[in-house]
């Protein structure tokens, strides 16, 4: 199977758009996770656009 980066890059939701990962949804998890992160795509549209990516700042939209 085939890596869908075209499909993905079209659904990608994250707006920091100067990144090289995007679309490489493998690379973008491992990014993040590597920085104790979760991907844009995890974040609801008004978090996402804050570029805190953090554990905490998803616990904290999600408490
Ligand atoms: S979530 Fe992070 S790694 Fe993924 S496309 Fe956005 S800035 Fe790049």
Redesign the pocket.
Known sequence: MGCSLEKNKKQ?K???EP???????C???S??LARK?????CFSKEA?KT?D?SFEKFIEINS
């Open positions: 990608c994250c707006t920091y990144c090289s990962r995007k679309g490489k949804c690379e973008c998890l990014y993040h992160e979760l991907p844009g795509c996402e570029y990516r």
